[in-house]
């Protein structure tokens, strides 16, 4: 149980496009998503909190316009990078929050290359 | 503000040999704790987790972990390490309070010689 998808999991695109990355819970319904960061060799770096129905929460220096996220359902969460230029390139995890005790699980990842 | 250190960016160890990955962390309260694993290119998978109880926590792939709260400290150790188990190891905190955020690790990369 616990599983959490992403799609795509890679993306390849072009500077000045927008690109959206989806997350699902499979087999549980997801109260908080989370969306994070990674660089290459680096920790995740969480970008922004969101729960179902409402405006999502975003960590300091993260911008809300170029990083939207839509969290429509209680099994979905969107992330669009908006005018992606080649310094969004990374790699984008997410994971999913059952409710109790902190646990999160976390998607396989999509790795943004932008040209 | 909750932190995590993972004080060894790179181990190396021989094919079954022991492991202790190590992690200190800062909160203020008692910390939810929690070790991950990441190969290449993949999302994270949870080993253990702490929460309250027993100190020595029993996790997957026969890693264990010992909370000492005296030495905020969240060890990670396996008795004999397979050439599979190397990847990057993130240990990670989590909050008692509202929001449910993990604060990571930079991760402590394993490398297995043969």
């Known amino acids: 149980g616990a599983v959490v998808s992403q799609h795509p999991s890679r993306v390849i695109c072009k500077s000045g496009t927008s690109v959206k990355i989806e997350c699902r819970s499979l087999?549980?319904?997801?109260?908080?998503m989370f969306w994070y960061r990674q660089f290459p060799k680096q920790s995740l770096m969480l970008m922004a909190t969101?729960?179902?129905?409402?405006?999502?929460?975003?960590e300091q220096g993260v911008e809300k316009d170029k990083f939207l996220i839509n969290h429509a359902s209680l099994t979905l969460s969107t992330l669009t990078v908006t005018s992606a230029h080649p310094e969004d390139s990374s790699f984008y995890i997410c994971?999913?929050?059952?409710?109790?005790?902190?646990?999160?699980?976390f998607g396989p990842g999509t790795r943004l290359t932008v040209l | 503000a909750q932190s995590v250190t993972q004080p060894d960016i790179h181990i190396t160890v021989s094919e079954g040999a022991s492991l202790e990955l190590r992690c200190n962390y800062s909160y203020g309260a008692t910390p939810y704790l929690f070790w991950y694993v990441q190969s290449p290119g993949q999302g994270l998978q949870l080993l253990l987790k702490?929460?309250?109880?027993?100190?020595l926590v029993q996790g997957i792939k026969g890693f264990e972990a010992e909370f000492k709260r005296s030495q905020s400290s969240f060890n990670l150790r396996k008795p004999s390490v397979h050439w599979s188990d190397a990847a990057e190891y993130f240990c990670?905190?989590?909050?008692?309070?509202?929001?449910?955020?993990?604060?990571f690790g930079t991760g402590t990369q394993l490398k297995v010689e043969l």
């Open positions: 087999d549980f319904q997801a109260t908080t």
């Open positions: 994971s999913a929050d059952t409710g109790g005790y902190n646990e999160q699980f």
């Open positions: 969101s729960n179902e129905g409402s405006k999502a929460t975003y």
């Open positions: 990670a905190v989590g909050t008692t309070g509202g929001g449910n955020k993990l604060t």
């Open positions: 702490y929460f309250s109880g027993d100190t």
